[in-house]
Protein backbone atom coordinates (compact mmCIF):
# COMPACT_ATOMS: atom_id res chain seq x y z
CA UNK A 1 0.00 0.00 0.00
CA UNK A 2 1.80 3.11 -1.12
CA UNK A 3 1.55 6.37 1.17
CA UNK A 4 -0.67 9.22 -0.33
CA UNK A 5 1.48 11.98 0.24
CA UNK A 6 5.27 11.47 -0.36
CA UNK A 7 7.42 14.27 0.96
CA UNK A 8 11.06 14.03 -1.24
CA UNK A 9 14.10 13.30 1.26
CA UNK A 10 16.24 16.34 -0.75
CA UNK A 11 13.84 18.94 1.00
CA UNK A 12 14.28 18.00 4.63
CA UNK A 13 17.48 18.44 6.64
CA UNK A 14 19.46 15.61 6.48
CA UNK A 15 22.29 15.36 9.28
CA UNK A 16 23.52 11.88 8.34
CA UNK A 17 24.07 8.80 6.21
CA UNK A 18 23.15 5.31 7.72
CA UNK A 19 24.87 2.49 6.01
CA UNK A 20 24.48 -0.81 6.91
CA UNK A 21 27.04 -3.57 5.13
CA UNK A 22 27.76 -7.11 5.35
CA UNK A 23 29.58 -8.91 2.85
CA UNK A 24 29.94 -12.88 2.83
CA UNK A 25 32.95 -14.49 1.22
CA UNK A 26 33.04 -18.17 0.57
CA UNK A 27 36.19 -19.33 -0.85
CA UNK A 28 35.59 -22.84 -2.64
CA UNK A 29 39.15 -24.09 -3.54
CA UNK A 30 38.27 -26.90 -5.56
CA UNK A 31 40.93 -28.64 -8.07
CA UNK A 32 39.38 -31.15 -9.78
CA UNK A 33 40.04 -33.93 -12.60
CA UNK A 34 41.32 -32.43 -16.29
CA UNK A 35 42.99 -32.58 -19.40
CA UNK A 36 42.40 -29.02 -20.24
CA UNK A 37 44.88 -26.57 -19.32
CA UNK A 38 44.30 -23.55 -20.46
CA UNK A 39 40.62 -23.24 -19.76
CA UNK A 40 41.84 -23.96 -16.54
CA UNK A 41 44.51 -21.72 -16.31
CA UNK A 42 42.15 -18.75 -17.33
CA UNK A 43 39.40 -20.24 -14.95
CA UNK A 44 42.13 -19.27 -11.84
CA UNK A 45 43.58 -16.11 -12.97
CA UNK A 46 39.92 -15.06 -13.48
CA UNK A 47 39.29 -15.93 -9.89
CA UNK A 48 42.55 -14.84 -8.98
CA UNK A 49 41.04 -11.55 -10.30
CA UNK A 50 37.63 -11.29 -8.34
CA UNK A 51 39.61 -11.87 -4.90
CA UNK A 52 41.19 -8.54 -5.38
CA UNK A 53 38.45 -7.34 -6.61
CA UNK A 54 36.26 -8.44 -3.55
CA UNK A 55 38.91 -7.26 -1.56
CA UNK A 56 38.97 -3.57 -2.90
CA UNK A 57 35.08 -3.90 -3.25
CA UNK A 58 35.31 -4.86 0.81
CA UNK A 59 37.25 -1.39 1.57
CA UNK A 60 35.69 0.47 -0.67
CA UNK A 61 32.28 -0.83 0.78
CA UNK A 62 33.89 0.59 4.42
CA UNK A 63 35.34 3.64 3.48
CA UNK A 64 32.97 5.03 1.35
CA UNK A 65 30.29 5.70 4.21
CA UNK A 66 32.96 7.56 5.43
CA UNK A 67 33.64 10.08 2.54
CA UNK A 68 29.61 10.47 1.69
CA UNK A 69 29.43 11.16 5.51
CA UNK A 70 31.94 14.04 5.15
CA UNK A 71 30.06 15.57 2.03
CA UNK A 72 26.67 15.26 3.59
CA UNK A 73 28.10 16.95 7.10
CA UNK A 74 29.77 19.62 4.92
CA UNK A 75 27.05 20.62 2.78
CA UNK A 76 24.62 20.95 5.54
CA UNK A 77 26.43 22.27 7.82
CA UNK A 78 27.23 26.64 7.40
CA UNK A 79 27.22 28.12 10.42
CA UNK A 80 30.11 27.42 13.20
CA UNK A 81 29.43 30.05 15.73
CA UNK A 82 28.29 27.88 17.79
CA UNK A 83 29.88 24.14 17.66
CA UNK A 84 28.23 22.77 20.73
CA UNK A 85 25.04 23.15 19.36
CA UNK A 86 26.07 20.43 16.89
CA UNK A 87 26.65 17.76 19.95
CA UNK A 88 23.10 15.85 18.67
CA UNK A 89 23.98 15.97 15.00
CA UNK A 90 27.15 14.72 15.31
CA UNK A 91 26.90 11.66 17.55
CA UNK A 92 23.86 10.79 14.72
CA UNK A 93 26.55 10.94 12.60
CA UNK A 94 28.62 8.63 14.37
CA UNK A 95 25.76 5.93 15.11
CA UNK A 96 25.17 5.93 11.30
CA UNK A 97 29.20 5.24 10.67
CA UNK A 98 30.04 2.88 13.39
CA UNK A 99 33.60 2.20 11.60
CA UNK A 100 34.21 5.97 12.47
CA UNK A 101 35.87 6.20 16.46
CA UNK A 102 35.07 10.07 16.36
CA UNK A 103 34.93 13.19 14.55
CA UNK A 104 36.16 17.30 15.30
CA UNK A 105 35.54 20.25 13.89
CA UNK A 106 38.51 22.92 14.02
CA UNK A 107 37.89 26.09 12.99
CA UNK A 108 40.78 28.64 11.40
CA UNK A 109 41.64 29.98 14.45
CA UNK A 110 42.42 26.55 16.00
CA UNK A 111 39.81 26.14 18.31
CA UNK A 112 38.43 22.56 17.62
CA UNK A 113 35.65 20.47 19.31
CA UNK A 114 35.60 16.73 19.07
CA UNK A 115 32.63 13.92 19.32
CA UNK A 116 34.00 10.54 20.61
CA UNK A 117 31.82 7.37 20.08
CA UNK A 118 33.24 5.54 23.33
CA UNK A 119 31.41 7.33 26.07
CA UNK A 120 29.77 9.85 24.14
CA UNK A 121 31.74 12.67 24.94
CA UNK A 122 32.00 16.59 23.36
CA UNK A 123 35.75 18.02 24.03
CA UNK A 124 36.29 21.39 23.44
CA UNK A 125 40.49 22.06 22.86
CA UNK A 126 42.36 24.88 21.71
CA UNK A 127 44.88 23.69 19.18
CA UNK A 128 46.18 27.10 18.35
CA UNK A 129 49.33 26.68 19.66
CA UNK A 130 49.98 23.11 18.09
CA UNK A 131 52.68 23.85 15.70
CA UNK A 132 51.59 21.87 12.82
CA UNK A 133 47.77 23.31 13.15
CA UNK A 134 48.49 26.31 10.67
CA UNK A 135 49.94 23.75 8.39
CA UNK A 136 47.15 21.65 8.59
CA UNK A 137 44.45 24.27 8.31
CA UNK A 138 45.96 25.61 4.79
CA UNK A 139 46.73 22.02 3.53
CA UNK A 140 42.58 21.10 4.00
CA UNK A 141 41.38 24.76 2.76
CA UNK A 142 42.90 24.47 -0.48
CA UNK A 143 41.87 21.11 -1.02
CA UNK A 144 39.52 20.46 -3.58
CA UNK A 145 37.06 18.04 -1.94
CA UNK A 146 36.99 15.46 0.80
CA UNK A 147 40.49 14.02 0.85
CA UNK A 148 42.43 10.96 2.99
CA UNK A 149 45.37 11.89 5.13
CA UNK A 150 48.40 10.12 5.80
CA UNK A 151 47.84 7.31 8.80
CA UNK A 152 48.63 8.78 12.13
CA UNK A 153 48.87 7.70 15.67
CA UNK A 154 45.94 9.50 17.76
CA UNK A 155 47.11 9.43 21.57
CA UNK A 156 43.27 9.79 22.14
CA UNK A 157 42.76 6.47 20.90
CA UNK A 158 46.47 4.66 21.81
CA UNK A 159 45.87 3.53 18.02
CA UNK A 160 46.68 3.39 14.49
CA UNK A 161 44.07 6.01 12.65
CA UNK A 162 43.05 6.48 8.62
CA UNK A 163 41.95 10.65 8.93
CA UNK A 164 39.75 12.26 6.39
CA UNK A 165 38.90 15.71 6.40
CA UNK A 166 36.73 18.10 4.19
CA UNK A 167 36.98 21.95 4.39
CA UNK A 168 33.76 23.54 5.41
CA UNK A 169 32.13 26.83 3.63
CA UNK A 170 29.42 29.42 5.20
CA UNK A 171 26.66 29.86 2.45
CA UNK A 172 28.48 32.53 0.67
CA UNK A 173 31.36 30.06 0.04
CA UNK A 174 33.84 31.05 3.01
CA UNK A 175 35.88 29.22 4.57
CA UNK A 176 34.78 28.24 8.08
CA UNK A 177 36.54 25.11 9.04
CA UNK A 178 37.63 21.24 8.87
CA UNK A 179 35.57 18.59 9.36
CA UNK A 180 37.93 15.54 10.08
CA UNK A 181 37.48 11.86 11.19
CA UNK A 182 39.22 9.13 12.17
CA UNK A 183 39.23 5.66 11.64
CA UNK A 184 40.85 2.83 14.17
CA UNK A 185 43.34 0.39 11.58
CA UNK A 186 42.47 -2.59 14.11
CA UNK A 187 39.03 -1.84 12.65
CA UNK A 188 39.75 -2.51 8.92
CA UNK A 189 42.33 -5.50 9.69
CA UNK A 190 39.77 -7.29 12.13
CA UNK A 191 37.05 -7.00 9.11
CA UNK A 192 38.95 -8.21 6.72
CA UNK A 193 40.28 -11.25 8.80
CA UNK A 194 36.38 -12.21 9.27
CA UNK A 195 35.33 -12.15 5.60
CA UNK A 196 38.60 -14.59 5.54
CA UNK A 197 38.54 -16.51 8.24
CA UNK A 198 38.84 -20.28 7.75
CA UNK A 199 39.87 -19.81 3.80
CA UNK A 200 43.22 -20.43 3.67
CA UNK A 201 43.76 -16.90 2.63
CA UNK A 202 46.03 -14.23 4.43
CA UNK A 203 44.67 -11.09 3.14
CA UNK A 204 46.93 -7.74 3.54
CA UNK A 205 47.02 -4.14 3.32
CA UNK A 206 50.29 -2.28 2.53
CA UNK A 207 50.84 1.56 2.99
CA UNK A 208 53.48 2.79 -0.07
CA UNK A 209 54.82 -0.81 -0.12
CA UNK A 210 56.76 -1.40 2.66
CA UNK A 211 54.05 -0.50 5.93
CA UNK A 212 51.34 -2.79 7.11
CA UNK A 213 48.10 -1.01 7.05
CA UNK A 214 46.19 -3.97 7.69
CA UNK A 215 46.80 -7.82 8.58
CA UNK A 216 45.48 -10.35 10.77
CA UNK A 217 48.04 -9.81 12.94
CA UNK A 218 48.37 -6.44 13.02
CA UNK A 219 49.50 -4.80 15.98
CA UNK A 220 48.74 -0.79 17.57
CA UNK A 221 51.81 0.87 17.21
CA UNK A 222 53.62 3.03 18.14
CA UNK A 223 53.43 7.28 18.38
CA UNK A 224 56.96 7.35 16.94
CA UNK A 225 55.87 4.64 14.02
CA UNK A 226 52.30 4.51 13.22
CA UNK A 227 52.62 1.78 10.88
CA UNK A 228 54.68 -1.27 11.83
CA UNK A 229 57.39 -1.89 8.35
CA UNK A 230 56.44 -5.63 6.46
CA UNK A 231 59.93 -7.20 8.56
CA UNK A 232 58.41 -6.16 12.25
CA UNK A 233 54.93 -7.85 11.60
CA UNK A 234 56.45 -11.56 12.15
CA UNK A 235 54.94 -12.68 9.22
CA UNK A 236 57.89 -14.66 7.29
CA UNK A 237 55.75 -15.28 4.05
CA UNK A 238 54.50 -11.25 3.99
CA UNK A 239 57.90 -10.16 4.30
CA UNK A 240 59.14 -11.58 1.09
CA UNK A 241 56.37 -10.19 -1.15
CA UNK A 242 58.79 -8.17 -2.92
CA UNK A 243 61.93 -10.58 -2.87
CA UNK A 244 60.00 -13.02 -4.46
CA UNK A 245 61.40 -16.44 -5.63
CA UNK A 246 59.05 -16.38 -8.59
CA UNK A 247 58.15 -13.00 -10.54
CA UNK A 248 56.04 -15.34 -13.31
CA UNK A 249 54.00 -17.53 -11.38
CA UNK A 250 51.68 -19.83 -13.75
CA UNK A 251 48.66 -17.45 -13.73
CA UNK A 252 50.61 -14.28 -13.85
CA UNK A 253 50.16 -13.79 -17.81
CA UNK A 254 46.34 -14.14 -17.32
CA UNK A 255 45.68 -12.11 -14.60
CA UNK A 256 43.40 -8.51 -14.88
CA UNK A 257 44.96 -5.47 -13.66
CA UNK A 258 46.33 -7.78 -11.10
CA UNK A 259 50.11 -9.04 -10.49
CA UNK A 260 51.55 -12.06 -9.25
CA UNK A 261 54.26 -13.20 -7.14
CA UNK A 262 55.35 -16.28 -5.45
CA UNK A 263 57.67 -17.80 -3.02
CA UNK A 264 58.77 -21.14 -1.69
CA UNK A 265 59.53 -21.64 2.04
CA UNK A 266 60.11 -25.67 2.29
CA UNK A 267 57.69 -27.83 0.04
CA UNK A 268 55.64 -25.32 0.06
CA UNK A 269 54.47 -22.70 -2.58
CA UNK A 270 52.60 -19.40 -1.45
CA UNK A 271 51.12 -16.94 -3.69
CA UNK A 272 51.09 -13.48 -3.76
CA UNK A 273 48.32 -11.83 -5.45
CA UNK A 274 48.32 -8.04 -5.37
CA UNK A 275 47.09 -4.42 -7.01
CA UNK A 276 47.84 -0.90 -5.91
CA UNK A 277 45.27 1.56 -5.33
CA UNK A 278 46.02 5.12 -5.41
CA UNK A 279 42.82 7.03 -4.11
CA UNK A 280 43.20 6.70 -0.67
CA UNK A 281 46.03 8.86 0.12
CA UNK A 282 49.21 11.12 -0.41
CA UNK A 283 51.21 7.16 -0.79
CA UNK A 284 49.65 3.97 -2.66
CA UNK A 285 47.71 0.91 -0.83
CA UNK A 286 48.70 -1.99 -2.01
CA UNK A 287 45.45 -4.73 -1.37
CA UNK A 288 46.66 -8.22 -1.73
CA UNK A 289 46.65 -11.84 -0.35
CA UNK A 290 48.58 -15.02 -0.50
CA UNK A 291 47.35 -18.51 0.04
CA UNK A 292 49.78 -21.87 0.43
CA UNK A 293 49.08 -23.28 -2.99
CA UNK A 294 50.57 -26.23 -1.81
CA UNK A 295 47.37 -27.13 0.65
CA UNK A 296 45.48 -26.60 -2.18
CA UNK A 297 46.05 -29.91 -4.12
CA UNK A 298 47.39 -32.94 -3.36
CA UNK A 299 48.38 -33.53 -7.26
CA UNK A 300 48.18 -31.03 -9.46
CA UNK A 301 48.22 -32.91 -12.74
CA UNK A 302 45.22 -35.14 -11.56
CA UNK A 303 43.19 -31.92 -10.87
CA UNK A 304 44.31 -29.06 -13.05
CA UNK A 305 40.50 -28.86 -15.05
CA UNK A 306 38.97 -27.70 -11.81
CA UNK A 307 39.54 -24.17 -10.38
CA UNK A 308 42.44 -23.28 -8.27
CA UNK A 309 40.13 -20.99 -7.21
CA UNK A 310 36.59 -22.37 -8.50
CA UNK A 311 34.66 -19.70 -7.06
CA UNK A 312 35.24 -16.73 -5.02
CA UNK A 313 31.88 -16.18 -4.07
CA UNK A 314 31.33 -12.68 -3.46
CA UNK A 315 28.05 -10.67 -2.53
CA UNK A 316 28.00 -7.43 -0.98
CA UNK A 317 24.81 -6.05 0.87
CA UNK A 318 24.63 -2.44 1.63
CA UNK A 319 21.92 -0.18 2.15
CA UNK A 320 21.97 3.59 2.23
CA UNK A 321 19.63 5.12 3.84
CA UNK A 322 19.62 8.98 5.27
CA UNK A 323 18.66 9.66 8.82
CA UNK A 324 16.20 12.67 8.72
CA UNK A 325 15.38 14.87 11.72
CA UNK A 326 12.70 13.37 13.70
CA UNK A 327 12.36 9.81 14.86
CA UNK A 328 8.86 9.07 12.22
CA UNK A 329 12.68 9.32 9.72
CA UNK A 330 14.77 6.86 11.50
CA UNK A 331 12.14 4.28 12.33
CA UNK A 332 11.97 3.50 8.60
CA UNK A 333 15.69 3.69 8.48
CA UNK A 334 16.20 1.17 11.49
CA UNK A 335 13.25 -1.16 10.11
CA UNK A 336 15.06 -1.59 6.65
CA UNK A 337 18.21 -2.43 8.44
CA UNK A 338 16.61 -5.04 10.30
CA UNK A 339 14.66 -6.17 7.59
CA UNK A 340 18.10 -6.63 5.73
CA UNK A 341 20.15 -8.25 8.73
CA UNK A 342 17.47 -11.06 8.84
CA UNK A 343 17.58 -11.51 4.69
CA UNK A 344 21.46 -11.66 5.28
CA UNK A 345 20.42 -14.77 7.81
CA UNK A 346 19.13 -16.35 5.73
CA UNK A 347 15.63 -16.60 7.30
CA UNK A 348 13.55 -15.15 4.63
CA UNK A 349 10.66 -16.03 5.81
CA UNK A 350 10.71 -14.11 9.26
CA UNK A 351 10.73 -10.80 6.98
CA UNK A 352 8.07 -8.67 7.60
CA UNK A 353 6.82 -6.48 4.83
CA UNK A 354 8.42 -2.97 5.23
CA UNK A 355 5.29 -0.14 5.66
CA UNK A 356 4.56 2.42 3.29
CA UNK A 357 6.53 6.09 4.01
CA UNK A 358 5.43 9.55 3.08
CA UNK A 359 9.33 9.90 2.10
CA UNK A 360 9.65 9.24 -1.60
CA UNK A 361 13.29 7.77 -1.58
CA UNK A 362 12.17 5.74 2.02
CA UNK A 363 8.83 4.95 0.11
CA UNK A 364 10.78 3.25 -3.14
CA UNK A 365 13.34 1.64 -1.18
CA UNK A 366 11.09 -0.09 1.24
CA UNK A 367 8.64 -1.73 -2.32
CA UNK A 368 11.73 -2.29 -3.83
CA UNK A 369 13.02 -4.59 -0.77
CA UNK A 370 9.53 -5.60 -0.32
CA UNK A 371 9.75 -7.17 -4.37
CA UNK A 372 13.48 -8.57 -3.66
CA UNK A 373 12.77 -10.38 -0.52
CA UNK A 374 9.78 -11.88 -2.56
CA UNK A 375 11.55 -12.45 -5.69
CA UNK A 376 13.99 -14.51 -3.23
CA UNK A 377 11.37 -16.60 -1.61
CA UNK A 378 9.82 -17.09 -5.12
CA UNK A 379 13.88 -18.39 -6.35
CA UNK A 380 14.42 -20.35 -2.93
CA UNK A 381 11.05 -22.37 -4.10
CA UNK A 382 12.44 -22.93 -7.35
CA UNK A 383 15.34 -23.84 -6.64
CA UNK A 384 14.29 -26.37 -3.68
CA UNK A 385 11.63 -27.77 -6.07
CA UNK A 386 13.87 -28.10 -9.06
CA UNK A 387 16.42 -30.34 -7.18
CA UNK A 388 13.49 -32.80 -6.34
CA UNK A 389 12.73 -33.33 -9.75
CA UNK A 390 16.16 -33.49 -11.55
CA UNK A 391 19.82 -34.92 -10.76
CA UNK A 392 21.47 -32.04 -8.52
CA UNK A 393 24.58 -31.78 -11.03
CA UNK A 394 22.18 -31.29 -13.56
CA UNK A 395 20.12 -28.53 -10.91
CA UNK A 396 23.07 -26.80 -10.32
CA UNK A 397 24.33 -27.02 -14.28
CA UNK A 398 20.80 -25.26 -15.20
CA UNK A 399 21.00 -22.47 -12.43
CA UNK A 400 24.75 -21.64 -13.37
CA UNK A 401 23.68 -21.34 -17.16
CA UNK A 402 20.83 -19.14 -16.70
CA UNK A 403 18.45 -22.32 -17.49
CA UNK A 404 19.91 -23.97 -20.28
CA UNK A 405 22.56 -27.01 -20.80
CA UNK A 406 24.50 -27.29 -24.05
CA UNK A 407 24.40 -30.22 -25.66
CA UNK A 408 27.56 -32.74 -25.38
CA UNK A 409 29.05 -35.15 -27.01
CA UNK A 410 31.67 -37.03 -25.25
CA UNK A 411 32.98 -40.61 -24.12
CA UNK A 412 30.64 -41.79 -20.82
CA UNK A 413 30.18 -44.95 -18.45
CA UNK A 414 26.57 -46.11 -18.77
CA UNK A 415 24.94 -48.36 -15.80
CA UNK A 416 21.91 -49.53 -16.78
CA UNK A 417 20.13 -51.41 -13.48
CA UNK A 418 16.99 -53.15 -13.68
CA UNK A 419 15.30 -55.30 -10.68
CA UNK A 420 14.85 -58.83 -11.37
CA UNK A 421 11.43 -60.23 -11.73
CA UNK A 422 9.27 -56.73 -10.85
CA UNK A 423 6.57 -57.91 -12.75
CA UNK A 424 5.53 -60.98 -10.60
CA UNK A 425 6.76 -58.51 -7.41
CA UNK A 426 4.25 -55.64 -8.50
CA UNK A 427 1.56 -58.35 -9.00
CA UNK A 428 2.12 -59.97 -5.83
CA UNK A 429 2.76 -56.38 -3.89
CA UNK A 430 0.09 -54.17 -5.32
CA UNK A 431 0.70 -50.86 -6.92
CA UNK A 432 0.79 -48.38 -2.94
CA UNK A 433 3.13 -51.54 -1.91
CA UNK A 434 5.05 -51.92 -4.66
CA UNK A 435 6.20 -47.76 -4.90
CA UNK A 436 7.56 -47.64 -1.32
CA UNK A 437 9.44 -50.34 -2.05
CA UNK A 438 10.78 -48.54 -5.12
CA UNK A 439 11.26 -45.44 -3.18
CA UNK A 440 13.72 -47.27 -0.87
CA UNK A 441 15.21 -48.93 -3.60
CA UNK A 442 16.10 -45.87 -5.73
CA UNK A 443 17.23 -43.93 -2.38
CA UNK A 444 19.98 -46.42 -1.68
CA UNK A 445 21.09 -46.74 -5.08
CA UNK A 446 21.11 -42.98 -6.57
CA UNK A 447 23.49 -42.45 -3.09
CA UNK A 448 25.38 -45.00 -4.21
CA UNK A 449 25.96 -44.39 -7.35
CA UNK A 450 26.83 -40.58 -6.46
CA UNK A 451 29.28 -41.41 -4.14
CA UNK A 452 31.25 -42.29 -7.17
CA UNK A 453 30.20 -39.27 -9.49
CA UNK A 454 26.99 -40.97 -10.95
CA UNK A 455 24.34 -38.41 -12.30
CA UNK A 456 21.04 -40.39 -12.33
CA UNK A 457 19.41 -39.44 -15.85
CA UNK A 458 16.23 -41.63 -15.89
CA UNK A 459 14.48 -44.03 -13.79
CA UNK A 460 12.34 -46.34 -16.44
CA UNK A 461 9.83 -48.62 -14.31
CA UNK A 462 12.03 -50.26 -11.67
CA UNK A 463 15.01 -49.31 -13.60
CA UNK A 464 17.79 -46.98 -13.16
CA UNK A 465 19.88 -45.33 -16.20
CA UNK A 466 22.84 -43.46 -14.85
CA UNK A 467 25.61 -41.37 -16.57
CA UNK A 468 29.64 -41.24 -15.58
CA UNK A 469 31.53 -38.57 -17.15
CA UNK A 470 28.58 -36.09 -18.20
CA UNK A 471 27.50 -33.38 -17.25
CA UNK A 472 30.28 -33.37 -14.71
CA UNK A 473 33.71 -34.20 -16.21
CA UNK A 474 35.50 -37.73 -14.45
CA UNK A 475 38.71 -39.20 -15.65
CA UNK A 476 37.94 -42.17 -13.73
CA UNK A 477 34.23 -42.37 -14.94
CA UNK A 478 34.66 -46.30 -15.69
CA UNK A 479 36.69 -47.53 -12.67
CA UNK A 480 33.68 -45.28 -10.70
CA UNK A 481 30.81 -46.82 -12.47
CA UNK A 482 32.54 -50.43 -12.01
CA UNK A 483 33.13 -49.55 -8.50
CA UNK A 484 29.57 -48.54 -7.90
CA UNK A 485 27.59 -51.25 -9.76
CA UNK A 486 30.05 -53.79 -6.85
CA UNK A 487 28.41 -51.44 -4.03
CA UNK A 488 25.16 -51.89 -5.29
CA UNK A 489 25.34 -55.14 -5.43
CA UNK A 490 26.43 -55.65 -2.31
CA UNK A 491 24.27 -53.48 -0.83
CA UNK A 492 20.82 -55.58 -2.15
CA UNK A 493 22.55 -59.04 -0.88
CA UNK A 494 22.33 -57.61 2.57
CA UNK A 495 19.64 -54.94 2.73
CA UNK A 496 15.91 -54.93 2.31
CA UNK A 497 13.82 -52.58 1.23
CA UNK A 498 10.72 -51.69 3.00
CA UNK A 499 11.35 -54.82 4.29
CA UNK A 500 11.11 -57.03 0.40
CA UNK A 501 14.61 -58.87 -0.49
CA UNK A 502 15.55 -57.75 -4.19
CA UNK A 503 18.04 -59.22 -6.71
CA UNK A 504 19.23 -57.23 -9.71
CA UNK A 505 21.12 -57.20 -12.75
CA UNK A 506 23.70 -54.79 -14.17
CA UNK A 507 25.23 -53.33 -17.38
CA UNK A 508 27.97 -51.30 -17.81
CA UNK A 509 29.38 -49.99 -21.22
CA UNK A 510 31.93 -47.35 -22.07
CA UNK A 511 31.75 -45.21 -25.33
CA UNK A 512 30.24 -41.89 -27.02
CA UNK A 513 27.10 -40.16 -26.21
CA UNK A 514 25.02 -37.34 -26.69
CA UNK A 515 23.66 -35.56 -23.48
CA UNK A 516 20.90 -32.59 -23.57
CA UNK A 517 18.01 -31.24 -22.93
CA UNK A 518 15.45 -32.98 -25.23
CA UNK A 519 11.82 -32.15 -25.53
CA UNK A 520 8.93 -29.85 -26.28
CA UNK A 521 9.63 -26.23 -26.23
CA UNK A 522 7.81 -25.75 -22.95
CA UNK A 523 8.95 -29.23 -20.99
CA UNK A 524 12.75 -31.04 -21.30
CA UNK A 525 14.19 -33.10 -20.04
CA UNK A 526 17.91 -34.28 -19.26
CA UNK A 527 19.23 -37.31 -20.79
CA UNK A 528 21.71 -39.14 -22.66
CA UNK A 529 21.58 -41.35 -26.14
CA UNK A 530 23.86 -43.10 -28.65
CA UNK A 531 25.18 -47.08 -28.90
CA UNK A 532 26.39 -46.99 -25.76
CA UNK A 533 23.50 -46.31 -24.00
CA UNK A 534 21.85 -48.96 -26.35
CA UNK A 535 24.40 -51.33 -25.28
CA UNK A 536 24.73 -50.72 -21.84
CA UNK A 537 21.02 -51.71 -21.70
CA UNK A 538 21.44 -54.72 -23.54
CA UNK A 539 23.93 -56.03 -21.02
CA UNK A 540 22.09 -55.81 -18.41
CA UNK A 541 19.34 -57.80 -20.61
CA UNK A 542 21.94 -60.32 -21.35
CA UNK A 543 22.70 -61.00 -17.52
CA UNK A 544 19.73 -63.57 -17.92
CA UNK A 545 21.25 -65.73 -20.35
CA UNK A 546 24.41 -66.11 -18.71
CA UNK A 547 23.48 -66.28 -15.16
CA UNK A 548 25.30 -63.51 -14.03
CA UNK A 549 24.23 -59.68 -11.93
CA UNK A 550 26.69 -58.19 -13.54
CA UNK A 551 28.21 -57.95 -16.96
CA UNK A 552 31.16 -54.95 -18.37
CA UNK A 553 31.77 -54.66 -21.93
CA UNK A 554 35.38 -54.43 -23.11
CA UNK A 555 35.63 -50.77 -23.29
CA UNK A 556 34.65 -50.24 -19.80
CA UNK A 557 36.92 -53.12 -18.61
CA UNK A 558 39.89 -51.67 -20.25
CA UNK A 559 39.83 -48.69 -18.04
CA UNK A 560 38.99 -50.56 -14.96
CA UNK A 561 41.96 -50.17 -13.00
CA UNK A 562 43.08 -52.25 -10.41
CA UNK A 563 39.75 -54.19 -10.74
CA UNK A 564 40.50 -57.92 -11.24
CA UNK A 565 37.61 -58.75 -13.99
CA UNK A 566 36.71 -62.09 -15.58
CA UNK A 567 35.97 -62.93 -18.91
CA UNK A 568 32.59 -64.55 -19.17
CA UNK A 569 31.43 -64.94 -22.96
CA UNK A 570 31.40 -62.36 -26.27
CA UNK A 571 27.83 -60.88 -28.04
CA UNK A 572 27.68 -60.26 -31.32
CA UNK A 573 25.92 -56.53 -31.14
CA UNK A 574 23.52 -55.32 -34.12
CA UNK A 575 25.26 -52.54 -36.36
CA UNK A 576 28.96 -53.75 -35.42
CA UNK A 577 30.90 -56.09 -37.37
CA UNK A 578 32.77 -57.49 -34.62
CA UNK A 579 31.48 -59.55 -31.13
CA UNK A 580 32.55 -57.76 -28.13
CA UNK A 581 33.89 -59.89 -25.09
CA UNK A 582 31.89 -59.54 -21.53
CA UNK A 583 33.60 -59.45 -18.46
CA UNK A 584 32.13 -59.22 -14.74
CA UNK A 585 33.89 -58.76 -11.63
CA UNK A 586 35.90 -62.06 -10.19
CA UNK A 587 34.25 -61.79 -6.89
CA UNK A 588 30.64 -61.73 -8.41
CA UNK A 589 31.79 -64.31 -10.86
CA UNK A 590 33.10 -66.65 -7.77
CA UNK A 591 29.70 -65.40 -5.66
CA UNK A 592 27.45 -66.46 -8.81
CA UNK A 593 29.06 -69.52 -9.46
CA UNK A 594 28.68 -70.73 -5.88
Same mark, same amino acid.
Given at each position: ?7 P ?16 V??V ?16 A ?19 P ?6 W ?17 M???L ?6 A???? $? /? =?????? #?W ?5 ? @? +????W? %? ?17 S?R ?13 L ?9 G ?24 D?? $? /? =???L?N #? ?6 ? @? +???G?? %????S ?9 L ?25 F???D ?48 I ?15 I???V ?49 G???P ?9 G ?11 T ?17 PV ?19 H????T ?11 N ?5 A ?28 I ?10 A ?7 R????V ?5 N ?9 KE ?8 E ?13 I??V ?14 T ?8
Amino acid at each position: MSAKYRIPITAITVFGTSSLLALTVTIVLYLGFSQAAESTLKHLAGNATTLIDSMEQSIDARLAPVRDQARWVANDVRDLSNPAALDDYMFGSLAATPQVAGVAI $I /T =PDGNSR #RWQREGRM @A +IDEDWS %QKPWIKEYLDLVKNAPSASWREPIFTDTLGASTLLHDIPMHDANGEFIGVFAQILPLRGLSAYLAREYADTG $I /T =PFVLYN #RDFVLSHP @A +ISIGSE %QQPLSRIDEMGDLVLERIWSPDDTEPFIARELVNTSASGVFRGDDFYLYLYRDVERYGPAPWTVGAYVNMSLRSTDWRDRIVGAMLAGIAVLVIAVFASIIVGRKVSVPIREIVDAANTVDSGELDAVDQLKASRIREIDDAGRAFNNMVQNLRERKVIRDTLGRFVPEKVASSLLAGGGSIPVQQTEATVLFCDIEGFTQLTESLGPVKIVDVLNAFFSAMVDILEQHGGVVTQFQGDAILATFNVPVTDANHARNAIQAAQQMLDCTASSKFDGETLNIRIGINTGSVVAGAIGAKGRLNYTVHGDAVNLAARLEALNKEYGSRLLISESSAAQAGDFELSRIGEVTVRGQTSSINLFTLTSAASKQKS
